[in-house]
């Protein structure tokens, strides 16, 4: 999506603001869990990216405290969100093109070398996942009536969970999911009460104390397992209709002053950040000698300077760098849609 912010505007916590290329507006509550997503994530890579070995997790340690309440957390928010990108881009081009679907493939098939590189640095990482599961799961899936996808969604995620423990393989219902929110209009009708967040944090807290205390009961081996997998999506929905009910707040212009420039930077911090936490952990030498309160204050230090860098950038930019060339390579040389005579 691409489209601009109006952090200080007045109205309800979601607002969809027109760009000015005349693209499908913006919904700045995305932006924000976007950043949100993003801040846990650098918490959650910094760890392995940097080499730190750390201890077993237990609630002694704050491996223990990261694993229950930030690993298999967040990464879901991405996935969800990349899947409601996916519609609302395929909507967009829609209006730009005769042969939206054309767009969005090259759109997915630039993320394959991005992913592949990133790789290099990041083994593991999300994007060339996201690149081969939106090929094959989300661009034939528009073409399948929305209720077939819901479907989809509804029996891939439980079944993922049991057979796969997570990790991963939870991809594909994430993104069938929030390609389903987009194309029955839940998307559009966020922020507009506070009535329907609510009833789902209660169900989600409700799901995720026991989730918990079961991850809990072995957390040492519960990395990817029934019971991580159970306690990070309920913990992840818990999260997201959070933020959704504070959008709703006077908290909403501070909310959005955090997390939006890193949401609208999303790829590009994404990015950027491991390079920098592979070359921290070196320094420090963290593979031998290294403490959690380093690690972790380094996360922080990221991620306050990718929001400066974010914040300065997009005054001069609607997008970031890496932003604005995924989406010149998307459409270089695109048709743009004759008009009817």
Known sequence: MNNDVAASAPGPAIIAVQPADGGRSRIPALDVLRGFAL???????????????????SLDNPGGWLQLLVQQRFFPIFSLLFGMGFSL?????AQRTAHPR?????????????????????????LLFYAVFGLLVLLP??????????????VLLPTTVLLAGGGWALIPALFLLGSALVRYGVVDRLGTSTRGPAVLLTCFAAAA???LVWQGGDLADSNFSTSSAVAGLALAGTYVTAV???????????????????GRMALTNYVAATPVMVLAGSALDWTHDGSWTQVLLVAAAILVVQWVLSTLWLRRFRQ??????????????????QPRH
């Not at 767009?103 to 990041?122: N, V």
């Open 39 to 57: 801040c846990g994530i650098a918490f959650v890579n910094i760890e392995g990216v940097g080499h730190f070995p750390g201890a077993l997790p």
């Open 141 to 154: 899936s528009s073409w399948l009536p929305r209720w077939v996808v819901a479907l989809g969604a509804a």
């Open 102 to 126: 054309v767009i969005l493939l090259r759109r997915l098939a630039l993320l394959l070398p991005l992913g592949f590189l990133h790789q290099q640095l990041h083994p593991g990482e999300a």
């Open 244 to 262: 959704l009910i504070l959008l709703r707040t006077p908290l909403r212009q501070t909310l959005q002053m955090v997390f939006v420039p890193l």
């Open 320 to 337: 970031g760098p890496l932003e604005r060339l995924w989406r010149w390579a998307t459409w270089a040389g695109a048709r743009p849609l």
């Open 89 to 93: 881009f395929l909507a967009s081009a």
């Open 209 to 211: 104390v026991p989730a």
